[in-house]
């Protein structure tokens, strides 16, 4: 089954950046759609960034020109390099993956259920 491992976040101040990784391992011929997502205390988990199994990607209005979701298949390692960090991004941050369809033509984006894999989290927090 897949694996996914979250590394890289802390504590910043506002201004700040932090690059996320989430290593990935036991993959299988397939095509897969993958992200992350975060949640703070009571609130509701929130898609943050989003690649599909042909490399385009959407952002949470939120995040969009600050954050930048990319992939280095040759370390099978997903990122999230995020900029100009605000208190409001503070949350668990989790990478997440499903498997799909080699000819899905759907989006991977506002689809949670595709998502059967997760990390188990890192935690990033701003201070202002």
């Known amino acids: 089954q897949v694996q996914l491992v979250e590394s890289g976040g802390g504590s910043v101040q506002a201004g700040g950046s932090l690059r996320l990784s989430c290593a990935a391992s036991?993959?299988?011929?397939?095509?897969?759609?993958m992200g992350w997502f975060r949640q703070a205390p009571g609130k509701e988990r929130e898609e943050v960034a989003i690649?599909?199994?042909?490399?385009?990607?959407t952002y949470a209005d939120s995040v969009k020109g600050r954050f930048t979701i990319s992939q280095d298949n040759a370390k099978n390692t997903l990122y999230l390099q995020m900029n100009s960090l605000q208190p409001e991004d503070t949350a668990m941050y989790h990478c997440?993956?499903?498997?799909?369809?080699?000819?899905?033509?759907?989006?991977?984006?506002?689809?949670?259920?595709?998502?059967?894999?997760w990390g188990q989290g890192t935690q990033v927090t701003v201070s202002s």
């Open positions: 036991g993959y299988t011929d397939g095509a897969y759609c």
């Open positions: 997440a993956a499903g498997r799909v369809s080699w000819w899905y033509g759907g989006s991977c984006s506002d689809r949670v259920s595709l998502y059967n894999y």
């Open positions: 690649i599909d199994k042909v490399g385009s990607t």
